[in-house]
């Protein structure tokens, strides 16, 4: 993978070719940055650069058979650890080595994919992965083995806070004094969800989102849409461009998101003192608990926006407003007042407690139902202002 493949993060491109020249090559480091930023493909890009002794920032003039590797992602000393579960294909003891033609395919379709593409891709959306002790005891016997060419060895580790606290331990020594020329590049979204002590061990680098320019430069570079279409999916991506590139295929989640959304704060406003309305929010919470736990996840946050963005209208601030509902019947100016400084932390509050507790297999049944109970409350609430 070419470092001009990568959007944006030039200074960061700039340090890592710089340090990698110069042979300070860390034996850990730590790549955090919000989905669709780059993360993921800046790694890659940056083994390939360690590995086949590359000299510029196109990532040529070094090994030519070795660059001829990375095009399908197989060079074999560039080990991957992902979170996997179990599926049809794998039953029992899943681990990434077995998942290699899937990863493969997310990274020549979706570098700048999540987790919840990851997961459709393996067809465990309704499950949840991790990075577990068997992938731990599989990177400790991989990075045991001689390098294949001589030279380093990376193990780069992707959403490394999947990775369970038996893993982690499991991994501390190898991360703190790795062998000889052996690289580990983590990567995650959240650093905080990362032990301590492994983080502590780890050069961190922080990747910011990209921006609006970037983004839209590269919607009309690949996809040949009009200027003014790609400054607004550009705008409407809040520096994701994994998002960007559903929005281009309408194919983004956001957009049954969205049609969830409408039913949820329209049962709920109308659920005050209304038996049948309860009845329907119920209904709703039940039918949301069908779908995969990341699936779940992946609304909830997409929740937290659409509020944020209804505060911001209400409070005047229509710079930052970028979100347009798709449906006719739905309009964000009218839904705005019901949003204020009275309610939106309390329903922000309550929106990451439900992602909390589904991310620790609650039952997602009843936590979406107290949480649009906690709803029907909170929207009825005045705000200060008008008190």
Request: a neutral charge; hydrophobic letters at 40%; aromatic letters at 10%.
């Amino acid at each position: 993978m070419l470092f001009s493949e990568i959007l944006g993060q030039t200074h960061i491109k700039a340090h890592l070719t710089k340090t990698a020249a110069a042979g300070r090559i860390p034996h850990a480091q730590l790549f955090v940055g919000p989905e669709g930023s780059g993360t993921l493909p800046m790694a890659i890009a940056y083994a390939q650069y360690v590995l086949c002794k590359n000299k510029n920032s196109e990532n040529t003039e070094g090994n030519d058979s070795c660059n001829l590797k990375f095009q399908n992602f197989s060079h074999p000393d560039l080990h991957f650890a992902f979170p996997v579960t179990t599926n049809d294909k794998v039953k029992r003891h899943p681990v990434s080595k077995l998942f290699l033609e899937e990863w493969r395919q997310l990274l020549s379709q979706q570098p700048y994919g999540n987790l919840f593409d990851w997961y459709k891709l393996l067809g465990v959306d309704n499950k949840q992965g991790q990075i577990g002790v068997d992938e731990a005891q599989d990177i400790v016997k991989s990075l045991s083995l001689k390098a294949y060419e001589g030279g380093y060895k990376v193990m780069l580790i992707w959403m490394a806070e999947k990775m369970n606290t038996s893993a982690a331990n499991k991994l501390l020594k190898l991360i703190e004094e790795p062998p000889e020329k052996t690289v580990f590049i983590l990567i995650a979204e959240d650093e905080e969800q990362i032990i301590s002590t492994i983080r502590s061990r780890c050069q961190v680098l922080h990747f910011p989102p990209l921006s609006e320019v970037v983004i839209a430069e590269a919607l009309v570079d690949k996809y040949n849409i009009d200027q003014s279409i790609a400054n607004k999916i550009a705008q409407q991506s809040s520096g994701n461009f994994n998002k960007a590139c559903d929005l281009i295929y309408q194919d983004s989640e956001d957009i049954q998101f969205e049609k969830w959304f409408i039913l949820w704060v329209r049962a709920a406003f109308k659920a005050k003192g209304n038996k049948s309305a309860i009845r329907e929010l119920i209904a709703w919470s039940e039918e949301i608990a069908k779908t995969g736990r990341e699936t779940q996840k992946q609304f909830l946050h997409f929740c937290i926006n659409y509020f944020r963005q209804a505060m911001l209208l209400n409070y005047k601030a229509n710079e930052l407003v970028y979100l347009e509902p798709k449906s006719d019947s739905f309009k964000l100016e009218k839904f705005a007042p019901f949003v204020h400084d009275s309610n939106i932390l309390e329903i922000t509050n309550e929106l990451e407690d439900a992602i909390y507790h589904i991310e620790r297999n609650g039952n997602a049944k009843i936590i979406l139902t107290d949480l649009s109970i906690k709803l029907t409350r909170l929207l009825h609430k005045k705000s200060q202002a008008n008190a």
